[in-house]
């Protein structure tokens, strides 16, 4: 019988699901208080911001302060001397009202276009998904390769865009497009919102995707039109992503550099510089990274306040 009674406890013991303890090691486990666990889960990723973004902030605002020479060596405390030299320059004054210029131009006409092809992508329809990719396509082109390529159609002897216009009678001898403050720079913003289009075409896709297609058919029902329909039913309903649109765009936009550059370098006569540009040229041209370090710090001032402005006030209207 003690044989049997010893079997059956070892036995006992082997099965499946059944974990005996040892004695002596029932012990409680310590337990995380509940505040803490966002904390710990998004840790790491502060982590890494603060290495990836406030070390840099605080590395430029001390050299917007000092006086560095043209190889990085910080020689002296200025205080806010490259501030107000920056400030004083009128062809800073002149890119800040430039840059804004782009800026709304871009954006406005990206959302402006991207709306309705956004309309018409939502439609089921044959070759909707062909459609789409044609769309969507050029995103996967890099800015640099995207301005490069127009550069070659506005050149002012062989490009595309003169061959065209003087094939149908609208130019008598081609334009130099890219030599002209007044051709140049609306050029470059017309290439600016094209290049912009896919990625709000994709966020206005995800909106449209996400209104049910009930309340379209029970306001056609109701006799309500497609303009009635657009302007009481999908812009209430899509003005969360056309902020979020506007917003990222406006980041985006802003801090552009490529098609500018890559297209002009600013000229002709520092006629198309946009603060990003005016920056790079400081640092790596004229060999002032004092005052391109200060051009920066206003640039991110300037895109936090529009970007507070334009939330308060998308938050206003909501309300």
Do not use: C
Not at 76 to 81: R, S
């Amino acid at each position: 019988m003690i044989e049997n009674h010893h079997t059956s406890s070892e036995n006992r013991k082997r099965l499946p699901g059944i974990a005996i303890a040892p004695a002596g090691e029932m012990r409680a486990r310590p337990r995380i208080p509940r505040a803490l666990v966002p904390w710990l889960l998004i840790g790491p990723s502060l982590v890494l911001a603060v290495v990836v973004i406030f070390y840099p902030f605080v590395e430029i605002v001390q050299l917007s302060l000092h006086d560095v020479s043209p190889f990085g060596i910080v020689r002296g405390f200025v205080g806010f001397a490259n501030y107000a030299r920056t400030l004083d320059d009128p062809v800073f004054q002149a890119t800040v009202l430039r840059t804004l210029e782009w800026t709304v131009a871009v954006v406005g006409g990206t959302v402006i276009i991207s709306m309705p092809v956004a309309l018409v992508l939502a439609q089921d329809f044959h070759g909707r998904g062909l459609a789409r990719t044609l769309i969507l396509l050029p995103w996967s082109m890099s800015l640099a390769m995207a301005a490069i390529v127009w550069l070659w159609a506005f050149n002012g002897n062989y490009g595309m865009v003169n061959s065209i216009l003087e094939g149908a009678g609208l130019i008598a001898k081609p334009l130099q497009w890219m030599a002209r403050a007044e051709t140049a720079f609306p050029v470059e913003i017309g290439v600016g919102i094209l290049v912009s289009i896919p990625f709000t075409v994709t966020i206005f896709l995800g909106g449209l995707a996400s209104i049910p297609g009930e309340i379209y058919e029970a306001a056609w029902i109701d006799g309500a039109g497609a303009l009635a329909q657009f302007r009481w039913m999908t812009l209430p309903l899509m003005r969360p992503f056309v902020t979020i649109a506007v917003v990222l765009n406006m980041i985006y936009v802003f801090n552009s550099f490529p098609i500018i550059w890559v297209m002009t370098e600013g000229g002709p006569d520092n006629s198309t510089h946009i603060l990003v540009t005016y920056l790079y040229e400081l640092a790596f041209r004229i060999g002032r990274p004092g005052l391109a370090a200060a051009v920066s710090v206003a640039m991110l001032a300037i895109v936090l306040v529009f970007s507070f402005a334009y939330l308060r006030l998308a938050e206003r209207e909501a309300t």
